[in-house]
């Protein structure tokens, strides 16, 4: 399984983006996805995590402004954010849970000014 995640920028405060994660190889063997964040001089965390049956599980700092989003169709699963802080500032990351491993994509800046 690959990832490839996108559609990170810079955005004033109250703004909105929509990161997208596409998932190519065996993607049958994703049991859930993730994504998570890693601001500069802090641990990565996770933001949202959706598990193969459609559950999903938010941050509670994330909780009512950021939404997770699949189009089976096209092997994507998106990160709806909206009303950004700029203490949403940070690296970007989505994940795939397989049976005994973690894969990552590569990460996506997003940028809220203030």
């Known amino acids: 399984v690959q990832l490839q995640a996108f559609g990170g920028g810079l955005v004033q405060a109250g703004g909105s983006l929509r990161l997208s994660c596409a998932a190519s190889?065996?993607?049958?063997?994703?049991?859930?996805v993730g994504w998570y964040r890693q601001a500069p001089g802090k641990q990565r965390e996770l933001v949202a995590r959706?598990?193969?049956?459609?559950?999903?599980n938010y941050a509670d700092s994330m909780k009512g402004r950021f939404t997770v989003s699949r189009d089976t169709a096209k092997n994507t699963v998106y990160l709806q954010m909206n009303s950004l802080k700029p203490e949403d500032t940070a690296v970007y990351y989505c994940?795939?849970?397989?049976?005994?491993?973690?894969?990552w994509g590569q990460g996506t800046q997003v940028t809220v000014s203030s």
């Open positions: 190889g065996s993607i049958f063997m994703i049991n859930a």
């Open positions: 959706r598990s193969r049956g459609g559950s999903t």
């Open positions: 994940n795939a849970e397989l049976a005994g491993k973690v894969v």
